[in-house]
T-cell receptor, first 112, second 116 residues
């Protein structure tokens, strides 16, 4: 069964304290792994797509990496405005509808 | 680019009435649109997948007669909650799969439904 697990469930950081969020997945043929940011009361905002092991993508203080079993979202020198819930999702090779399988999310709080 | 809108953003209705939520892709054509429901502090729960001009595919446990989905064009999908009850109160979010853009889904801002 395709599955996505994110850890930790919640993370508190001081401003400037770098860290990483983990997304572990088991899927029958990965067609894509997606990272989203969601602020309270809003829809998820697209961040990155990764397609193959070894791929990396960066955007401002965020960097996403991918291996055959997991993805990391590295946050360098975070600021309070980076506080949000970060969602990871995968698209399985067995899907013919584009259905994403989401993890439960990591809620990040960055304190000034 | 890749903007998805939803209307209304908030709606309050009385038990037994129906509510329609619109989802539009503003600057791209969507191969597929998806409807999600999200409970407080929980992840997204896929309700149904729809393609333009076709019947929606509902996830297991989702009542298709209660949650009517119409995908009228490549830029518009609607979700109608029929005979709403308080337990239908939730945050509903749509997403659109951009044609030719490798399965990336772009989400709307969500609609908060409260049934009294």
């Amino acid at each position: 069964e395709d599955q996505v697990t994110q850890s930790p469930e919640a993370l508190r950081l001081q401003e400037g304290e770098s860290s990483s969020l983990n997304c572990s997945y088991t899927v029958s043929g990965l067609r894509g792994l997606f990272w989203y940011r969601q602020d309270p009361g809003k829809g998820p905002e697209f961040l990155f797509t990764l397609y193959s092991a070894g791929e990396e993508k960066e955007k401002e203080r965020l960097k996403a990496t991918l291996t055959k079993k997991e993805s990391f979202l590295h946050i360098t020198a975070p600021k309070p405005e980076d506080s949000a819930t970060y969602l990871c999702a995968v698209l399985s090779g067995s899907s013919n509808t584009g259905k994403l399988i989401f993890g439960q999310g990591t809620t990040l709080q960055v304190k000034p | 680019g890749a903007v998805v809108s939803q209307h209304p953003s908030r709606v309050i209705c009385k038990s037994g009435t129906s509510v329609k939520i619109e989802c539009r892709s503003l600057d791209f054509q969507a191969t597929t649109m998806f409807w999600y429901r999200q409970f407080p502090k929980k992840s997204l729960m896929l309700m149904a997948t729809s393609n333009e001009g076709s019947k929606a595919t509902y996830e297991q446990g989702v009542e298709k007669d209660k949650f009517l989905i119409n995908h009228a064009s490549l830029t518009l999908s609607t979700l109608t909650v029929t005979s709403a009850h308080p337990e239908d109160s939730s945050f509903y979010i749509c997403s659109a799969d951009r044609q030719g853009m490798s399965y990336e889904q772009y989400f709307g801002p969500g609609t908060r439904l409260t049934v009294t």
